[in-house]
């Protein structure tokens, strides 16, 4: 039982380039959700996603896409990298029936 | 009605002492209160949570203090250690609201010295 697992763990883009951080959860948690962290700042909302199939914005949306195909899987993609979106991100999902939420260990992004 | 605010953004405290930090909410359908802990290269990690139907719980050295009138909820931690070194998140949640955003309080880097 995994729970929350995120991947890669760090990882260097160049400006412009384009990748996907993944997550995965097995705990079939309805919510999940993405966050960036700087330093010295809290939690901000990326996107979230109530169900497969149902996406929506956070707080800092621009720059990053999300999809929901499945409920284990949300992927988060980055189109365009910009030094802006050096940071470090973390998956969490939530259940409806407890509401505790359980994170990844996060992924250190450095676009240079 | 997202908005959470969360004081003092940080706070030193000599081990044995007590450290309080305050969440402030606006959004009446929250129906959950935590607190996370995040440790430096760790995610957050729920610490202690209450619901709106008691003002108060504890679980060993950690108490959450709920008031629900002021729409504002408080941990202490009793008796503080080096390793309670961390930073602190509120995230109140309304798990039965349609389509609710969970969102965190902005953090309290809290140092312990011992």
């Known amino acids: 039982n995994a729970g929350v697992t995120q991947t890669p763990k760090f990882q260097v883009l160049k400006t412009g380039q384009s990748m996907t951080l993944q997550c995965a959860q097995d705990m079939n948690h309805e919510y999940m959700s993405w966050y960036r962290q700087d330093p010295g700042m809290g939690l901000r909302l990326i996107h979230y996603s109530v169900g497969a199939g149902i996406t929506d914005q956070g707080e800092v949306p621009n720059g990053y896409n999300v999809s929901r195909s499945t409920t284990e899987d949300f992927p988060l993609r980055l189109l365009s990298a910009a030094p802006s979106q050096t940071s470090v991100y973390f998956c969490?999902?939530?259940?409806?029936?407890?509401?505790?939420?359980?994170f990844g260990q996060g992924t250190r992004l450095t676009v240079v | 009605q997202q908005q959470v605010k969360q004081s003092p953004q940080s706070l030193i405290v000599q081990k044995g002492g007590i450290s309080i930090i305050n969440c402030a909410y606006e959004n009446t359908a929250f129906d959950y209160f935590p607190w996370y802990q995040q440790f430096p290269g760790k995610g957050p990690a729920l610490l202690i949570a209450i619901r709106p139907d008691v003002s108060e719980k504890k679980e060993g050295r950690f108490t959450i203090s709920f008031n629900k009138s002021a729409k504002q909820f408080s941990l202490h931690i009793m008796d503080s250690q080096p390793g309670d070194s961390a930073t602190y998140f509120c995230?109140?949640?309304?798990?039965?609201?349609?389509?609710?955003?969970?969102?965190f309080g902005g953090g309290t880097r809290v140092l312990v010295k011992p």
């Open positions: 995230a109140p949640y309304g798990a039965r609201t349609a389509g609710n955003k969970l969102t």
């Open positions: 969490a999902t939530v259940s409806y029936q407890n509401t505790e939420a359980f």
